[in-house]
């Protein structure tokens, strides 16, 4: 079975400073581990993360270095320092389906390295990765039908131009 667990760690102001993902395989009783170590600017705009592997217990090998720029804490754009690699995020004007969860900032550094949660209280409507000397462009779209709120009830994800789910969104009203 596959286990996985995350650590938190948070600076005096309620910064999140480390996490480290925990992960251990079907067929393996060890742990491999990522720590990520944010740095923030002065006004949170900036993040800096620099990533460390190794085992359960220590994590020394020097991994990825990024740095992500927010805005009105949306991340707008990713630049990795030591992996020519870079990406851009746009979103529309409409109500998110994250919109009011408080710290969603946290929750998009965590998400990172699980693939997502790039929106907020407004949908990602696009992400464009740049890679490599040659600039190859790799595109992530999605487009959205809109409830009479502003909030999407259906979605659907292009994959380098193609289909590739379709989603479907339901609130249901606080009691």
Do not use: C, W
Not at 100 to 106: D, L, R, S, T, V
């Amino acid at each position: 079975m596959d286990e996985s667990y995350t650590t938190f760690t948070y600076d005096a102001n309620g910064n999140l400073i480390e996490f480290i993902v925990h992960s251990k395989g079907q067929n393996t009783n060890n742990f491999f581990a990522i720590k990520s170590v944010l740095t923030y600017n002065t006004d949170g705009t900036e993040v800096s993360k620099e990533q460390f592997t190794g085992n359960e217990n220590m994590q020394t090998n020097p991994g990825l270095i990024s740095t992500l720029f927010f805005e009105n804490e949306f991340i707008v754009r990713e630049d990795f320092a030591n992996a020519n690699f870079d990406t851009d995020y746009f979103y529309d004007t409409e109500n998110g389906i994250y919109k009011n969860i408080p710290f969603m900032n946290i929750i998009h550094l965590v998400g990172r390295n699980y693939g997502g949660l790039e929106g907020g209280i407004h949908n990602l409507m696009r992400l464009e990765s740049q890679t490599g000397l040659i600039t190859s462009l790799f595109v992530e779209s999605y487009t959205y039908t809109y409830n009479t709120q502003g909030y999407p009830e259906t979605g659907t994800f292009f994959e380098a131009g193609f289909a590739s789910q379709n989603l479907e969104y339901f609130y249901i009203p606080a009691p």
